[in-house]
Nanobody
Framework: QLQLVESGGDLVQPGGSLKLSCTAS????????IGWFRQAPGKEREGVSC????????DYADSVKGRFTISRDNAKNTVYLQMNSLKPEDTADYYC?????????????????WGKGTLVTVSS
């Protein structure tokens, strides 16, 4: 069964940091672009960041530029999202997704596989 699994979500104070991980079972992530998305209560799921399969290309939503960093370790079949300077408005369920397109994208409709999410709560 093809599955993505996110981990690393937690409760953190404003200004703190978290590192999320996305791993795959049943297939290798190496051939996929990976996107990170988030969904806050009552809001639509939005793209946060994406990375190409060869890690050469990345993109970020304006709301997280300069604070979040996406990376991948294909040897470990894992993609990461380092989140620094967290704000209460970053509170959401965070999802990773894989797409087999030619360029990485933060478009939900382009994703082939989704994880079930990990909760990030930023609160004092």
């Amino acid at each position: 069964q093809l599955q993505l699994v996110e981990s690393g979500g937690d409760l953190v104070q404003p200004g703190g940091s978290l590192k999320l991980s996305c791993t795959a079972s049943g297939f290798t992530l190496n051939y996929y672009n990976i996107g990170w998305f988030r969904q806050a209560p009552g809001k639509e799921r939005e793209g946060v960041s994406c990375i190409s399969s060869n890690e050469h290309n990345t993109d970020y939503a304006d709301s997280v530029k300069g604070r979040f960093t996406i990376s991948r370790d294909n040897a470990k079949n894992t993609v990461y999202l380092q989140m620094n300077s967290l704000k209460p408005e970053d509170t959401a369920d965070y999802y990773c997704a894989a797409d087999s397109g030619t360029i990485p994208t933060m478009s939900r409709s382009a994703m082939d596989y989704w994880g079930k999410g990990t909760l990030v709560t930023v609160s004092s």
